[in-house]
């Protein structure tokens, strides 16, 4: 299908958005008028109200809302002075696809790369186009892959799938925000109705009368209602334009095998899924770990550390390159499954170009280092960037300490509760002693299930906390002591490195501390070891 014809079916489909706006509005129009001829007068005026209060998501969201334009506002652009080779690279590919180079590149801070184009006049006449290119997907790749991404990227300019994509994904963010309007509004009148309700209970408790339970079941019925109907086209509209979405991937994918290589384009696929995986278990475990301490790595470090886990952890990647996503996403993903595109790539014939050039794609910048910290810049919020920059082993070793610190708070605040004292390791050890130790843990957070049980049962229920927390605490005492210490690892978890004998003494010293008959004589005679 051709680019007008493509644009065309976009422009139905955003028509038919509007169309149904049109139909709705004229049910509305027929049951206020029907109310008029044959409803009472009172139950008119209402009706009327209802329909007035409809009418104004389906108008707002017919005219009153425009999608957002493209104004290249994401990631840190940059100009071919700054990046020479870069620039020449995408123009290369460009060229050998046939089309148009983008007019910006933007380097930025996501494990993607994407292209858009200000198309006008239904995507017959294009525009500014825009190139986005993610560090961190840079920092995963080799040379040739990510010349196989770009290639990729390129196909589709060539394709005409950025002009096409201004109608579609206009669409798609009409009927999303009228759908939004009316949800807003069920979700509003159901808490009013709900305070409405809890008002009436209080004053029933008041005067010591029974309160009845809050229901909102039937409140905001007509808005769910509408916002089905939208959600039905809305349904219709992306499985319209679906096909033609996967359609344009694997279009784009044979562009790139073309210019750059079968091996490549299809290594390049298969390594974008363990590079997103990768990166997401790096940013939750490692680039944020610190946050709550007020900590950050080093300026580049955020978003190039990444670097130093797929290198520790390449077995585990190896795994993930073996199991390819075999579904999509979710059943609207525009993207078919990265099996299925693999395995398309790899039928083709051999084209004798499996020894591309496999140096870093990183080595396409000029100065990577640089250009890490300057989307840092540009992508962190204000208040991450004033976090106190600190190396990755002192991140760790403090960021956990304050883990510890805080998972312990809860038993620190109990033991001063039951104690009237501050809550301290030596407060808690006496408390044990004196047998006060269940009712210590009888203040520690539980399940449902654990406040439900009583007598032995209540007590294996606090057991593992008390302990939890017990350890935590002491685990803070030997690193105030500077004798234990939290070590970075990059291949597995962070582990907090004891004095020698600990290892093996220490788990046993915390289980009979927590008997039924505590013992925290094994316990105080590794805290004053480690004071020594």
């Not at 290198?311 to 585990?316: M, P």
Request: hydrophobic share 45%; glycine share 8%.
């Amino acid at each position: 299908m051709g680019a007008f014809l493509r644009a065309l079916r976009a422009f139905v489909l955003l028509a038919g958005f509007y169309l149904l706006g049109l139909v709705m509005l004229a049910a509305l129009l027929g049951m206020d008028w029907a109310a008029a001829v044959w409803a009472p007068s009172s139950l008119a005026v209402k009706l009327y109200i209802v329909s007035a209060v409809l009418a104004v998501p389906i108008i707002r969201g017919m005219f009153m809302l425009r999608t957002p334009k493209d104004d290249g506002g994401q990631g840190l652009p940059v100009t071919e002075a700054r990046e020479p080779r870069l620039w020449r690279t995408v123009r290369e590919l460009a060229e050998q696809v046939g089309t148009r180079a983008p007019d910006e590149i933007r380097l930025t801070a996501d494990m993607n790369a994407a292209v858009s184009e200000d198309a006008r006049f239904l995507g017959l006449l294009g525009g500014t186009r825009r190139l986005y290119l993610g560090l961190p997907l840079m920092t995963g790749l080799t040379e040739a892959q990510l010349r196989a991404v770009l290639a990729h990227e390129m196909g589709h300019y060539g394709n005409s799938d950025t002009r096409v994509s201004a109608i579609t994904v206009r669409g798609r963010v009409q009927v999303a925000r009228t759908i939004a309007h009316f949800q807003e509004r069920a979700g509003d009148k159901a808490a009013k109705e709900r305070a409405k309700q809890e008002k009436k209970n209080e004053k029933k408790l008041a005067k010591g009368k029974k309160a009845k339970e809050v229901d909102t079941t039937g409140v905001g019925l007509t808005y769910r209602a509408m916002a089905k109907v939208y959600q039905a086209y809305g349904h219709f509209y992306l499985r319209a334009t679906l096909a033609g979405s996967r359609r344009q991937e694997l279009a784009a994918d044979l562009a790139a095998a073309r210019i750059v290589g079968r091996d490549a384009t299809a290594s390049a696929l298969r390594e974008i899924p363990v590079l997103d995986a990768a990166h997401g278990f790096y940013l939750n475990s490692y680039a944020t770990l610190g946050v709550s301490a007020g900590l950050l790595p080093r300026p580049g470090e955020v978003f190039g550390g990444v670097r130093h886990l797929l290198a520790a952890r390449t077995a585990e990647l190896d795994e993930l390159r073996r199991e390819l996503p075999t579904e999509p996403t979710s059943p609207y993903d525009s993207h078919p499954p990265i099996a299925e595109r693999v395995a398309r790539l790899e039928a083709l014939p051999d084209d004798g170009r499996a020894s591309e050039p496999a140096g870093p794609a990183l080595g396409l910048l000029a100065d990577a280092d640089a250009a890490l910290v300057a989307v840092e810049n540009v992508s962190l919020t204000p208040d991450a960037l004033r976090l106190r920059r600190v190396d990755w082993p002192e991140l760790v070793h403090e960021s956990m300490t304050a883990y510890f610190a805080e998972e312990a708070e809860p038993l620190r605040q109990a033991t001063a509760d039951v104690t009237h004292g501050e809550g301290s390791l030596p407060a808690l050890l006496n408390a044990l002693d004196l047998g006060a130790g269940w009712e210590i843990a009888d203040r520690l957070p539980k399940s449902e299930e654990a406040r439900a049980a009583q007598g032995r049962a209540a007590r294996e229920f606090a057991r593992p906390a008390l302990r939890r927390g017990l350890s935590r605490l002491v685990a803070g005492e030997l690193i105030a002591r500077g004798v234990a210490r939290w070590e970075l690892s990059w291949s597995q978890s962070a582990a907090l490195r004891l004095p020698q004998g600990y290892e093996d003494e220490l788990p046993a010293a915390l289980d009979a501390a927590v008997a039924d008959r505590p013992d925290t004589e094994p316990l105080r005679k590794l805290l004053a070891a480690a004071q020594n």
